[in-house]
């Protein structure tokens, strides 16, 4: 092979090595991002959200209400969702099974324009463990549907594992 040819070989070979240290670098071990393409009616009895468009996927299995988690770790967990009505609006994170979920945050969100809502959850997960999104709004109403780059983005659901599990 003509030094030519190696030292051209070594330039791409280099270039992949740089691509996927900063693919690793900038990806999460396990991340994933949801939202809907119509909107959803919510009503003070609860609703569970239900996820309709996958906009990034690394690694997880989702199936309309139910999130599965790919890897052991602790995960950071993000909602955010628009609503027609001013009113407050809880957003949990139920996991477990139906008859012993765990709840996070219960507490209703109140913004200074009381139509964004949003919720942070950072939790230690299993392989395999699942979770949903169920908000409770003060006064029945509906999710509005907004691209990522509106004013008001609605609905999206982030989730990233943060570290892998710690043995």
């Known amino acids: ?17 740089n691509i996927d240290n900063i693919a690793s670098s900038e990806y999460p071990a396990a991340g994933l991002t949801l939202t809907r393409s119509s909107s959803l009616a919510i009503t003070t009895a609860g609703t569970q959200v ?14 309309t209400t139910d999130i599965t988690i790919p890897t052991s770790g602790y995960y ?16 949990r994170l139920l996991y477990g ?3 012993s979920q765990v709840s996070y945050n219960p507490v209703p969100t109140n913004t ?33 549907v907004n691209g990522e780059t509106s004013a008001a983005p609605s609905p999206f659901l982030h989730v990233v594992q943060l ?4 043995e």
Do not use: C
Request: charged share 5%; net charge neutral.
């Open 1 to 17: 092979m003509s030094n030519l040819a190696v030292n051209v070989y070594d330039v791409i070979t280099n270039q992949q090595t």
């Open 50 to 63: 239900t996820w309709q468009v996958e906009t990034r996927n690394y690694g997880y299995t989702w199936a």
């Open 76 to 91: 950071a967990i993000h909602v955010t969702i628009a609503t027609v009505l001013n009113t407050p609006v809880a957003i």
């Open 97 to 99: 099974s139906v008859n």
């Open 112 to 144: 200074s324009n009381g139509y964004m809502h949003s919720a942070k959850f950072g939790a230690y997960f299993n392989t395999g463990n699942t979770f949903t999104i169920a908000v409770t709004p003060g006064a029945n109403t509906t999710i509005n």
């Open 163 to 166: 570290t892998g599990s710690i």
